[in-house]
C-alpha cells in the first residue's frame, strides 16, 4: 500500500517539472499572456498540491500553504509587482513560523545572522529602495530560519538561498543588471529548483519524523521505518 501511495504522489512532482522547465524556455511572443501566467503559477503550484493532498501533517500543510502564496505572487507579480511581493512576503512569514518551530539543536547563529542583515542591504544597495529592502528583510528572515531549522541544509537551506539569489538578481535587474541577459537566464531556474528543494527536502524531513501516520504500513515489520526513509518523496 505504502508503494501504491507513492507512486500515485510522484506524478504531481514530475507534473510541476514540466510546467516549471518548460516555462523556462516558453516566452511572450510564442504564447499568448493569460496562458503564460497561468504556466508560470503552475510549476510551484503543483508542488502545493503535491504537500497539500498528500501528506496529513500541520507541517506539511505549511509548506503547501508557503508555497501556494509563492505561485499566487509568481502570477500576480506580472499584473502588479507590490501585489506579487506582498503575495511572496506573506509565504516568507509562514516559511519563518514553520522553520522556526523546528529549530536546529545549538545552531550557530552566525551564518543566520549574516543572511538577516546582508540581503537587505544587498536589496538596498541593488535598488536604492527603502520599500524593497524591507521586503528583503523578510527575504532574509525566511533563509536564515532555513538554515538554521534541523531541515536539511543541502536542500531546505540550499533552497532557501537560492530564492534569496532569484530575488537579488531580480533587484539587481532594476539597478546596475538592467538590460543584461544573466537575470533572464538565471532567475527562474533558481528560484523553482529552489522551491522544488524546499518541497522536497521538506516533505522527506517531515517523513523521517513521522509526521505522516498515514504513510506507515499496517504490520509492524522492523524494516518498515527504514525502508519508508529512503522511499524518497
Given amino acids: 500500500m505504502a508503494g501504491l501511495a507513492l507512486s500515485e504522489r510522484r506524478p504531481w512532482l514530475l507534473a510541476s517539472l514540466v510546467f516549471g522547465i518548460s516555462y523556462w524556455f516558453a516566452g511572450p511572443n510564442t504564447v499568448p499572456g493569460v496562458y503564460l501566467i497561468a ?12 504537500a497539500w493532498a498528500h501528506h ?6 505549511l509548506i503547501a500553504l508557503m508555497l501556494a502564496l509563492g505561485a499566487i505572487g509568481d502570477m500576480v507579480l506580472e499584473i502588479d509587482f507590490v501585489g506579487g511581493a506582498l503575495a511572496f512576503l506573506a509565504g ?3 516559511a519563518i513560523g514553520l522553520y522556526t518551530s523546528h529549530r536546529r539543536p545549538n545552531a ?3 551564518v543566520p545572522l549574516a543572511l538577516v542583515a546582508a540581503i ?31 531541515f536539511p541544509r543541502s536542500r531546505v537551506g540550499l533552497g532557501a538561498i537560492m530564492f534569496a539569489a532569484s530575488d537579488l538578481l531580480i533587484f539587481a535587474r532594476m539597478g546596475p543588471l538592467a538590460g543584461s541577459a544573466i537575470p533572464d537566464l538565471l532567475v527562474w531556474p533558481l528560484y523553482y529548483f529552489g522551491q522544488l528543494l524546499i518541497c522536497v527536502g521538506g516533505i522527506r524531513t ?4 513521522g509526521e505522516f501516520s498515514a504513510d506507515q504500513p499496517a504490520t509492524g515489520s522492523a524494516t518498515a521505518p527504514s525502508a519508508e526513509r529512503s522511499s524518497g518523496p
Avoid: E, I
Fill in 56 to 61: 496529513p501533517s500541520r507541517g506539511a500543510h
Fill in 108 to 110: 550557530d547563529v552566525a
Fill in 39 to 50: 504556466w508560470k503559477g503552475a510549476g510551484v503550484g503543483l508542488l502545493a498540491a503535491y
Fill in 120 to 150: 537587505p542591504v544587498a536589496a538596498y544597495l541593488l535598488t536604492g529602495a527603502a520599500s524593497v529592502s524591507l521586503y528583503a528583510l523578510g527575504l532574509g528572515g525566511m533563509t536564515a530560519a532555513a538554515w538554521r531549522s534541523d
Fill in 206 to 209: 517531515l517523513r523521517q519524523h
Fill in 92 to 94: 516568507h512569514l509562514v
